[in-house]
């Protein structure tokens, strides 16, 4: 039931913990919980200088891992949401990743595999992590957030497709998302409609950056798939999609997905959410 983020974090406690019960961690001691608030000193969490991790934020973290650990024996270097960038900054970290440290691990996180260059994925472990349902979000979020109501917790968790991190950020104020997620809802009541020009406005406002239009479009593709999977099971009556054919909501799905495929490129945002539109309307 963990994202990204939070495997990484589980990975980065396996290999710091002083109180290991076989091969996982405790989570209790001292070094899980500095892992877990994100402030471990041997735990680093590389920053961005621009967008996307450039070469520069590479060779600065390549030099420092030569660098003997602070507080533990080992040193773990997280590249989070490594979506879009360049291949001569994957590049930068050939070497190191084929032959590191002894003392230093590297953890690279992103939408797909296809984020990352054949050669660099040949110098890693894969691993898959899959976001839960929306109920068994809603689940785990009861847990952290008790003081919120049921209604919120699964509407949050559906909004961002059983993402917990997202769900809470969402349900926590981060004003970004609450945007991106409002107009993922009304592109979602436009598409129900059958309002193709109200649609083609609202994935304008969403392509002010690739990443934005990227973002917008996952969450649009969340109701488009819950709405296709009801539909086969049963179709549900007030659905904001239902009327809408399983056919014709699997076709959108399709080009949902094409579209944030597209996103992690060079491509001209306004072009893309244009040409998407006309998919969607076909």
Not at 202 to 219: F, H, I, P
């Amino acid at each position: 039931m963990a994202g990204k983020k939070t495997c990484a974090d589980y990975i980065a406690m396996q290999l710091l913990c002083s109180d290991k019960k076989g091969s996982a961690p405790c989570g209790s001691c001292r070094e899980c919980s500095r892992v877990q608030k994100h402030i471990h000193p041997d735990y680093i969490i590389v920053e961005k200088s621009k967008k996307s991790f450039s070469i520069e934020d590479v060779r600065a973290v390549v030099e420092d891992s030569y660098t003997a650990p602070n507080d533990c024996d080992r040193k773990v270097y997280l590249f989070a949401d490594c979506d879009g960038w360049s291949d001569a900054a994957q590049n930068a970290t050939l070497k190191i990743t084929e032959d590191p440290p002894d003392s230093a691990y590297f953890i690279f996180t992103g939408q797909s595999e296809n984020t990352f260059l054949p050669t660099l994925r040949s110098r890693s472990m894969l691993m898959a992590v899959g976001n839960p349902s929306a109920d068994e979000c809603a689940k785990a979020l009861s847990e952290l957030l008790p003081d919120h109501s049921t209604d919120e917790l699964l509407s949050a968790a559906k909004s961002t497709g059983g993402n917990i991190g997202r769900a809470m950020a969402l349900i926590q104020g981060d004003e970004e998302l609450i945007n991106e997620t409002s107009l993922a809802r009304d592109i979602v009541d436009s598409l129900a409609r059958g309002d193709e020009y109200r649609t083609a406005v609202l994935l304008s406002k969403a392509a002010k950056t690739r990443e934005g239009l990227r973002r917008v479009l996952c969450a649009v593709s969340y109701e488009v798939r819950d709405s296709a999977v009801t539909r086969t099971v049963t179709p549900v009556e007030g659905e904001k999609l239902s009327r809408l054919g399983t056919g014709r909501l699997l076709k959108m799905y399709d080009a949902l997905s094409a579209a944030q495929s597209r996103c992690l490129l060079n491509c001209n945002a306004d072009a893309l959410s244009s040409a998407l539109c006309a998919q969607l309307y076909s």
